[in-house]
């Protein structure tokens, strides 16, 4: 399968991605997404304070997404600073809120493309799969994820390899 696509992060499609934050269930993380351009390059960053205190840990932008059943992983073109952020998957047949696929992935302050095979991919818990099935994704975020941590991430593309 060669390189697809998804979406470029643009004015318009920044509108389909929502903040998420460990507020829902208590925590006292703060922070937000915004589209900015860089040139000709738009992006989404996301920035702000991931705090632990509360049983919390995360901030999130997220959308919804379906991937073709046959791809490989996920193509990220990202800059941040210089931190350890994850890509949270999830699927069909993930019922609660606190089940995602999780994998990894590190910042530069420079844009970098970032490949990351479904085999990276964990369960956050138990009743999942232990693989990851692409075409059953409905849902990606971009996580700063537990740790107490000042986030700043910038997506400015997605892909499936």
Request: net charge positive.
């Amino acid at each position: 399968m060669a390189d697809t696509v998804l979406d470029p992060v643009t004015a318009d499609t920044a509108r389909t991605w929502t903040f998420l934050s460990d507020r829902v269930m208590g925590g006292v993380s703060q922070g937000v997404s915004a589209y900015a351009q860089d040139g000709n390059t738009g992006y989404l960053r996301l920035s702000g304070e991931v705090s632990t205190e509360n049983r919390g840990g995360f901030i999130q932008m997220r959308r919804e997404i379906s991937l073709p059943a046959d791809a490989q992983g996920l193509v990220l073109r990202v800059r941040g600073n210089g931190q350890r952020y994850y890509v949270h998957l999830r699927t069909s047949g993930i019922k609660m809120p606190w089940q995602f696929y999780q994998a990894p992935f590190d910042t530069t302050d420079n844009w970098q493309e970032v490949r990351i095979p479904f085999s990276a991919f964990r369960p956050s818990g138990g009743f999942q799969r232990a693989d990851l099935r692409p075409g059953t994704v409905r849902s990606i975020g971009i996580a700063a994820y537990g740790r107490d941590h000042r986030a700043e991430v910038a997506l400015a593309e997605i892909g499936a390899y």
